[in-house]
């Protein structure tokens, strides 16, 4: 797969598109980051979704770096950006199904066992991530969050029933 380079200024870029979407979306996240902070109280709910925030701005962030020194001579640095980028995401992906599971009404029994999964789901990506520094295990990390976050959603929905 060829990879897209751009000169600007006698700077290389890599990947430019997929670099100024990630800058895009650090702005944004630490844009929220900042306003949930300055304009919510303090709540264990909010909290959670100010770190989502903070650690997806810090995986766009790295990953607008990471993205750019692709193709170029700076292998080590791509790499160890890239694998930051992976492990801040999965982070991310943790503190988005903590704020659900402390957010929806449920049996506190539920409630640890959906929590316990979510930390074992985040050692053992960030685990995986770190031995192979390859992005596909967030894209399956993100989806098991995703999947948590809708059973988290129907348990609380088929309780609040009870």
Same mark, same amino acid.
């Given at each position: 797969?060829?990879?897209?380079?751009?000169?600007?200024?006698?700077?290389?870029?890599?990947?430019? +598109?997929?670099?100024?979407?990630?800058?895009?979306?650090? +702005?944004?996240?630490?844009?929220?980051?900042?306003?949930?902070?300055?304009?919510?109280?303090?709540?264990?709910?909010?909290?959670?979704?100010?770190?989502?925030?903070?650690?997806?701005?810090?995986?766009?962030?790295?990953?607008?770096?990471?993205?750019?020194?692709?193709?170029?001579?700076?292998?080590?640095?791509?790499?160890?950006?890239?694998?930051?980028?992976?492990?801040?995401?999965?982070?991310? +992906?943790?503190?988005?199904?903590?704020?659900?599971?402390?957010?929806?009404?449920?049996?506190?029994?539920?409630?640890?066992?959906?929590?316990?999964?979510?930390?074992?789901?985040?050692?053992?990506?960030?685990?995986?991530?770190?031995?192979?520094?390859?992005?596909?295990?967030?894209?399956?990390?993100?989806?098991?969050?995703?999947?948590?976050?809708?059973?988290?959603?129907? +348990?609380?929905?088929?309780?609040?029933?009870?």
């Amino acid at each position: 797969m060829e990879i897209e380079i751009i000169t600007v200024a006698g700077l290389t870029i890599g990947e430019p +598109v997929t670099s100024l979407t990630d800058i895009v979306l650090a +702005v944004i996240s630490f844009t929220l980051f900042a306003r949930i902070k300055n304009r919510l109280n303090e709540s264990f709910f909010n909290n959670s979704w100010r770190m989502f925030f903070l650690f997806m701005g810090f995986s766009t962030g790295t990953g607008a770096i990471a993205h750019a020194l692709n193709g170029s001579d700076a292998i080590r640095w791509y790499n160890t950006l890239f694998m930051a980028m992976t492990v801040f995401s999965s982070i991310s +992906v943790f503190f988005a199904l903590k704020a659900t599971i402390r957010f929806t009404k449920m049996l506190p029994s539920i409630r640890t066992v959906l929590t316990i999964a979510n930390y074992t789901l985040l050692a053992v990506f960030t685990v995986y991530t770190v031995i192979t520094n390859n992005f596909e295990i967030f894209k399956i990390h993100a989806a098991a969050g995703l999947f948590l976050i809708f059973i988290t959603h129907l +348990v609380a929905s088929s309780c609040a029933r009870l």
